[in-house]
Structures are given as C-alpha cells and as structure tokens.
C-alpha cells in the first residue's frame, strides 16, 4: 500500500511569500511585468514553470529553491528557537529585556515637562505684571 502525498503547491508558496514581504500583487505584478490577474493565477497554480519561478524569487527578493522549500512551519519553528534562551544559535547573545527602568523614564519625562510648565508660567506672570504697570500708568 503506497501513500499518495499532496504535491507542492508552489503558488500558496508564492502567495505566503509575498504576503510576508509586504507586497502586494499589483506590485508583483508590477515587477515582472505582467497583470495583476496573471499573478493571481500564479498564485492559484500547484506548479510553475521554472523560468517564471526563478523571475518571481528574483522579484521576491528569495531563491527558487527557497519557494520550493518554503515552510511557515519552518520559519515559525526558527523564531522560536532563535528567541531569548536559546542553545541553539550560536551567535552572539541578543538580550530581548528592557535595559532601562520604565519608571525612571517617566518621571525623567514628568521632570522635563514640570520645568517647560514653569517656565511657560513664569512667562505668563511676567505678561500680566507688564499689562498692569501699562494700566497703572494710564
């Protein structure tokens, strides 16, 4: 008994792709110089031919093989692996924490915005001492 697997469907791939390249398919469209309804039906068909595939990774910034291998299982599973903690990449330590108190922040900020307040205050008291003396001497 063989079991039958559910061929590639290289057009999702395409769609997905573009989708998370922020690209639209007018503009797809755009750049390989075709309509918006030809990229629609890229993105319908179950495979393409390589040519056409190889100008649409070119487009989409990726290689042929990178849509044909594409997975959002993958790159969900390498997000999670590659966020704080983990052993798996090597690299340099990134450190996804806040480096500085919050609270410091925002009285820095309620400091900052209290001295602009007197300042706007005392420019307002000068005003109306000069509109007084002005009417005194009338």
Request: charged share 30%.
């Amino acid at each position: 008994m063989t079991t039958a697997t559910k061929p590639q469907h290289i057009g999702r791939k395409i769609a997905r792709i573009r989708e998370l390249r922020g690209m639209k398919q007018e503009t797809l469209a755009e750049e390989l110089g075709i309509s918006q309804q030809s990229v629609s039906h890229i993105e319908k068909s179950e495979s393409l031919e390589d040519e056409k595939l190889e100008k649409v990774a070119k487009v989409l910034g990726v290689t042929k093989e990178a849509i044909e291998n594409f997975s959002e299982e993958a790159i969900f599973n390498n997000i999670q692996n590659n966020y704080e903690g983990s052993t798996i990449n090597a690299g340099p330590t990134v450190n996804h924490h806040c480096t500085f108190n919050p609270l410091d922040k925002l009285i820095e900020a309620y400091e900052e915005n209290k001295k602009l307040y007197e300042r706007l205050l005392a420019a307002e008291k000068e005003k109306i001492s000069y509109i007084e003396n002005l009417l005194k001497k009338n």
